[in-house]
Each structure stands twice: as C-alpha cells, then as structure tokens.
C-alpha cells in the first residue's frame, strides 16, 4: 500500500515570527498561513510541523512549555478545521552534534514511521536552507519561502528548491499547481 502524503511544515519563519523567539510569547502568527494549509489539507495532505527549538536548550522555555504553547497553537488551527500534526521538535542547541537537527532525516523519518507516509510523495516547507536540504535527504521535495530566514538561504538553496515563493500562500499555490501537473 501507498503511504499518505504530507507536507512537513517549518514553524519560526514559516508560520510564526520572529525566527528565534527569546519567549513564546513573543511569536506570531504570520498573515495568511492558516487559510494556505488549509488548502494542503483539502489537496490531501497532513501537514506534521518539524520544528527546531534550540530555545529550549538555552533555558529560554522549557520542553514542556513549548509542548503547552504548541497545543494552544494547534487548537487554535483545529477550531478553523485545520489539523497541525506533531509536533516534531529538536531541542538541542545548533551544531550540538545531535542527530534531529535539521538538515538531518531524523526527525522526518520519525514522523514517516509514526504516520505511514511515503516520504517520495511529501514536500518540506521551510525558511531556511536547512528545510530544503532535510526534504533532499530523505527523497521529498523542499520548497523555500522568503519569510523569516528566507531571503538570506535563498542563494544557498535555490538549486535544490522545488519552489521559492513570497509567503507560505504564495509557495502552497505554485505547489500545488506543480504537484498536480507531475501526477
Ligand atoms: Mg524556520
């Protein structure tokens, strides 16, 4: 059998701002996100959110205290017939030699394993060069949005993006146009 499709969504920069919150109160939703994966929902997808949190290695908030703010977020999404699944989250400083980091599979093939998914058939939206590298990884697609990080990784990633677009509507509209036109 098949496994489903997803689209592994970012969160710091992607759907909140800023990139790296010194407190979770200080994130942000950014405008037009939740109406763009609703659209991903309707084409099909689930949409787990992999997500690093190097906040929490740093004392800022703990493990827990981002898993309480997640699920506020995601009843929030769940309450406009939006389901966010995951979170998937590395807690761990950058460049601590940990193995969930992004660009590694890690977390992804985690997520793969726990949801039956088909990791050829996924995508990867992120803000940072990292996302796209962690979609080329594991045989998905990345596709970079020029928010948050986005505009600084775009140079870096640009070859290995399926698409670059503006915001998160932006790139989910010419994704699934793409995605449509392979099948
Ligand atoms: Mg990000």
Redesign the pocket.
Known sequence: MKGAKAVFL?????LVMP?SAQSLEDLVELRGVRDAVGRLTEAGFVCPVITVQSRIAKGNYSQAQFGEWFETFRSSWLSDGIPLLGPYVCPHRFHSGCRCAKPQPELYLRACHELRLDPSRCFVI???AT?VFAARNIGARGCLVLT??GLKDREACQQDAFVVGRDLADVVARLLERADAMQ
């Open positions: 970012d969160l710091n920069g992607t990139i992120g803000d940072s996302d948050g990080n």
